[in-house]
């Protein structure tokens, strides 16, 4: 009966624990838009994507993508209101 208890226990606080979001699921996700320069097509990127393409670049150096349009050079659009 006392395995039963703390069977009980553990699974009680697994759903305490899943209440409260530890994977941040519910955060909203930041979204850059970038442009091509070659076709002026725009694209939605997720900014923690940014980040990752980031790791190797300075400081002043901006982020590159290939264009999912045209397989260009894409960049952060600076002209696009950001929320």
Sequence with gaps: MSQKKDQDNLFGDIDEWLEDDPFGLDEEIKIVIFKCLDC???DEVPDYIIGEFSVDKNNDEEVELHCP?????????KNVPSD
């Design 40 to 42: 002026n097509g725009t």
């Design 69 to 77: 349009h045209c397989n260009g050079t894409m960049i952060r659009a």
